[in-house]
Structures are given as structure tokens and as C-alpha cells.
């Protein structure tokens, strides 16, 4: 049974910076994407980023280009959302996804998704 558990979320002033987990287990990953989306209340929930298991490909949202990582850590079969220059706007509960093959932005494409994690920053 795949399960994704996300973690590390919080409360941090603008311009602060965050780390969220997403362990993986259940299956392995080769040949996935691995999805972070978030959504803030009464909004849609929309992609943030994504990276490919094998090769490390990674893809942002232009709204977080620049200030959002993906790395990764395969022994652990962990995927990390590295959130840098923080902004009010980026408040949501952020969770990861995983689908099979390649990448989509669109979160009903992806078959597995954690419980979630609130990131709230704070102006």
C-alpha cells in the first residue's frame, strides 16, 4: 500500500524559509513524478512543483520559480519542498503526490497523495 507522509510545515514570517518532507513507501518509485500542490482556502488546488524519480528532472509553478527547490534523497525515498523568500501568499496546506510516468500540473492525474501539511507565513 503506497503511503506518502508530508511534514515540516509551520508558521514563519515573509521572507523565512521552510523545509516539508514527503517520505514515500509502499512501492518503488522508479518511473514516478513526484508532485507538491497546495491550496488555500476557498482557492483550487494548483501545482507548485514536481520532479522526476529517475533523473531528478524537476518543474515549478512560475509562481514559485526561484525561490522553491525539489531535492531529493533516494535512500531515504524522500522528496523534500525547499520553500525559500517566503510570501503571505504562499500560505496553503501544501501536500505531495505521485504519479506514474511523466509529469502533469493537474492534481486529478495523480493517484497517491499524502494528508497534507499547513504552511502559514505570516507578513
Known amino acids: 500500500q503506497v503511503q506518502l507522509v508530508e511534514s515540516g510545515g509551520g508558521l514563519v514570517q515573509a521572507g523565512g524559509s521552510l523545509r516539508l518532507s514527503c517520505a514515500a513507501s509502499?512501492?518503488?518509485?522508479?518511473?514516478?513524478?513526484m508532485g507538491w500542490f497546495r491550496q488555500a482556502p476557498g482557492k483550487e488546488r494548483e501545482f507548485v512543483g514536481a520532479?522526476?524519480?529517475?533523473?531528478?528532472?524537476?518543474y515549478y509553478a512560475d509562481s514559485v520559480k526561484g525561490r522553491f527547490t525539489i531535492p531529493r534523497d533516494n535512500a531515504k525515498n524522500t522528496v523534500y519542498l525547499q520553500m525559500n523568500s517566503l510570501k503571505p501568499e504562499d500560505t496553503a496546506i501544501y501536500y505531495c503526490?505521485?504519479?506514474?510516468?511523466?509529469?502533469?500540473?493537474?492534481?486529478?492525474?495523480?493517484?497517491?497523495w499524502g494528508q497534507g501539511t499547513q504552511v502559514t507565513v505570516s507578513s
Open positions: 520532479i522526476i524519480w529517475n533523473g531528478g528532472s524537476t
Open positions: 509502499g512501492r518503488t518509485f522508479s518511473g514516478y513524478t
Open positions: 503526490a505521485a504519479r506514474f510516468l511523466a509529469y502533469s500540473t493537474d492534481p486529478g492525474s495523480y493517484a497517491y
